[in-house]
């Protein structure tokens, strides 16, 4: 759950809660190239694996079969992804949550009035 919570803000949203409204997405965060590249896995992973399943045909496998009669059919992925470690992740959002505080100051002090 930590995972697409923090990938939320990086995402744009088409939910019915939007009614016509256009969605903010930040960009990515400007992280050293090992942060980055665990931002875009934490990123994959919501999409394809954890609050979508953004299969492709590759990827996928259908299952057929009857239960009580009843057609059930379903795609599920061939392999489960490797998940990153958590204390790698932990690091992450704080760095992360870092430099948003630190582009808040700087936005604050360039729209205060100048005395």
């Known amino acids: ?7 939320k803000p990086y995402k ?3 939910g019915a809660h ?3 409204r256009q969605g903010y997405v930040l960009p ?3 992280l050293v190239s090992e942060d980055l590249a665990l931002h875009t896995q934490v990123l994959d ?3 394809q694996v954890l609050a979508h399943s953004d ?4 990827d996928a496998r259908v299952y057929a079969s009857r239960v009580r009669g009843q057609p059930l059919v379903a795609i599920g992925a061939n392999q489960l ?3 990153p470690n958590t204390s790698a992740v932990i690091a992450l959002i704080e760095r992360s949550l870092d430099l948003m505080y630190l582009q808040l100051e700087q936005l604050d002090e360039a729209i205060a009035p100048q005395a």
Do not use: I
């Open 1 to 7: 759950m930590a995972l697409v919570e923090y990938a």
């Open 12 to 14: 744009a949203s088409y």
């Open 18 to 20: 939007k009614r016509g």
């Open 28 to 30: 990515a965060p400007s």
């Open 45 to 47: 992973l919501r999409d």
């Open 55 to 58: 299969l492709t045909l590759k």
């Open 81 to 83: 992804p490797s998940f």
